[in-house]
């Protein structure tokens, strides 16, 4: 890891309001723009479905 983006959040972290979604619609794929984990929850479980 570089030492000098330590405190950076990775991809594996939810940050609220962040366009990731924009960048999957960039792939060709539907995004979703969420800002709560419970709005993430509920998109991955019905996503699932």
């Known amino acids: 890891m ?3 983006h330590k405190d950076d959040p990775t991809m ?3 940050v609220p309001k ?3 979604h924009v960048l999957i619609e960039a ?3 539907k995004g979703y723009l969420v800002g709560t984990f419970d709005e ?3 998109n991955l479980f ?3 479905n």
């Open 18 to 20: 962040v366009g990731y």
């Open 12 to 14: 594996t972290f939810f």
């Open 27 to 29: 792939f060709g794929e």
């Open 40 to 42: 993430l929850k509920s």
């Open 46 to 48: 019905r996503l699932e």
């Open 2 to 4: 570089n030492r000098l």
